[in-house]
C-alpha cells in the first residue's frame, strides 16, 4: 500500500501516471468517483478520518465538483 507522498514521488517520474493524472484533469475537474477510483486502483493509503482534508485541499484547487 503505498502512501501518498510515496504516490506524489512517482509522479515525478512516472510518465504512466503523469498521463493517467492528465487524463483525468483533462475537464478540469475531478469527482468524487474519479478520486476514489484512483485511489484504489494505486491502492494508496489514504484513511477516511484524512479523506476530508484530501477532499477540500482538492476543493480549493478546483479539482472536485
Sequence with gaps: MATVEEL???????EALQKEVADILA????TMTEFLTFVR???VDISLADLPKYMEEAKKLGFLK
Design 8 to 14: 506524489v514521488r512517482q509522479y515525478e517520474t512516472d
Design 27 to 30: 475537464d478540469g475537474k475531478v
Design 41 to 43: 486502483k494505486h491502492d
